[in-house]
């Protein structure tokens, strides 16, 4: 299928705010997810956003969703050290899958002090 | 609590072996995935179930096979017709489009 497309990799300061980008490919998606993967672990939902919202804020977390342009940000505000690890974006394609999710390949965050 | 396990944590396949990679969720989720995940890439879907004997192929099921007998377990099996098996292994469950919950994942190593 097509790619979700993200950017490999990021670089902040403790305490400055983290943006990673995202472009999904189905604009039927109905919703839109970030993950985050910590070395040799599996996924923790982060958040995720219905599609007929536009931002959705979850304590240090702002997801921003533009249908038209089918791009979607995760903000992390104050970013610690312990944010260092691996977002996923995927999206709930409407394809023969059933619920099952399509990914992107993952944005490495790298925080340093 | 409520979660899904996944066993073994580390895995090793001689060839010509089959190998089961084991997967059970006490959430009550009807539907279970299981991805494949490859150093420096996204998840690619590998087989899926949205109910109890029934599950269907992902984008890259040649070579595994799956069972779901009950509405708890997923297992995956990787036979020798994989000839490059060597990843990590994730599986994960849900209710609809409700989020998906994964398990901590099984690396599977070639001897």
């Known amino acids: 299928g097509e790619d979700v497309e993200q950017s490999l990799f990021l670089s902040v300061r403790e305490g400055d705010s983290s943006v990673i980008n995202c472009t999904y490919t189905?604009?039927?998606?109905?919703?839109l997810y970030w993950y985050k993967q910590e070395p040799g672990a599996g996924l923790q939902l982060l958040t995720y956003i219905f599609s007929n919202m536009d931002m959705k804020q979850d304590q240090r977390l702002t997801v921003l969703l533009n249908k038209k342009d089918k791009h979607l940000s995760l903000r992390i505000a104050d970013t610690q050290t312990g944010d260092s690890a691996i977002y996923f974006c995927a999206e709930t394609p409407n394809s023969n899958s059933g619920y099952a999710l399509n990914f992107g390949k993952g944005t490495s965050l790298l925080v340093t002090p | 609590d409520g979660g899904i396990t996944q066993s073994p944590k580390y895995l090793f396949r001689k060839e010509g072996q089959n190998v089961t990679l084991s997967c059970e969720q006490n959430?009550?989720?009807?539907?279970m995935y299981w991805y494949r995940q490859d150093p420096g890439q996204g998840l690619r879907l590998i087989y899926y179930s949205q109910i109890v004997n029934d599950f269907q192929k992902g984008d890259i099921a040649e070579g595994y096979s799956v069972s779901r007998e009950k509405k708890e377990s997923f297992p995956l099996t990787v036979t020798s017709a994989q000839k490059n098996p060597t990843a990590f292994y994730l599986c994960?469950?849900?209710?609809?489009?409700?989020?998906?919950?994964f398990g901590d994942g099984t690396r599977l190593s070639i001897l």
């Open positions: 959430l009550n989720h009807d539907a």
């Open positions: 189905d604009s039927s998606s109905t919703y």
């Open positions: 994960a469950s849900s209710w609809g489009y409700q989020p998906q919950h």
